[in-house]
């Protein structure tokens, strides 16, 4: 199948930005005086919005959570210096699919945090339109999507939407829109392909097949 019309999950997918996600989550949790989750805990819950995500990990309520996202967005800012670069092939590949598709982004990421992150790898001109967490109802819902095909003047069925987690395929899958998963990312290859995608793929290079 290939597509024109193709929407990007951000962390996990993109960006190998898992490490240090998992670190300032658990330099936050300290200083939240909260058990330190695993990495995998924290894994679990990349891909949903910050607040929600927080809320879900630490089972707490809203001004703790709030509390919580402060000591987690001020540590990723200003202390934590793991990187965070581009997977493998993507910035090539993604030229590559520039030329022949129109894309676009949905993160869970804050607009600011996507912008610096499209400024740090040079890659914003890549994306057409996106939608971010402080714009759209968090995922698992369909709304980020919904609004980025609304703003193309598609339906659905005519976009693919590539993403590492169960909650970008559960998006995808509930207004039926095509889906593929990638097996470098957060969740596991069985758990993604819970939700029927039409592929899943190990390195952002194979991207190119689902491009005229």
């Known amino acids: 199948m290939k597509f024109d019309y193709i929407i990007f999950d951000w962390d996990g997918t993109v960006m190998d930005s898992a490490a240090k996600i998992v670190s300032c989550m658990q330099k936050a949790a300290k200083l939240g005086d909260m058990q330190i989750p695993s990495a995998k805990q924290v894994e679990h819950i990349i891909g949903i919005s910050l607040h929600p995500a927080i809320k879900q990990l630490f089972a707490v309520d809203d001004e703790k959570a709030s509390e919580l996202v402060k000591y987690y967005k001020n540590i990723f800012l200003e202390h934590d210096q793991t990187p965070c670069p581009l997977f ?17 982004v949905a ?34 819902s369909s709304d980020m999507l919904l609004q980025l095909v609304k703003e193309w003047n598609i339906e659905p069925e005519q976009a693919l939407m590539v993403g590492d987690t169960v909650y970008d395929m559960q998006m995808a899958e509930r207004i039926g829109m095509p889906r593929i998963g990638v097996s470098y990312g957060v969740h596991d290859r069985n758990a993604l392909l819970n939700h029927s995608p039409i592929a899943i793929i190990d390195n952002f290079s194979e991207m190119s097949a689902f491009v005229k």
């Not at 092939?89 to 022949?100: D, I």
């Not at 610096?116 to 994306?127: D, I, L, P, S």
């Open 88 to 104: 493998d092939n993507a910035f090539e590949t993604l030229s590559h699919m520039q030329q022949s598709a129109r894309l676009a």
């Open 107 to 140: 993160t869970g990421k804050a607009r600011r945090g996507l912008e610096r992150a499209w400024e740090g790898t040079g890659t914003k001109h890549f994306f057409e339109i996106s939608r971010c967490a402080d714009e759209a109802e968090s995922k698992p």
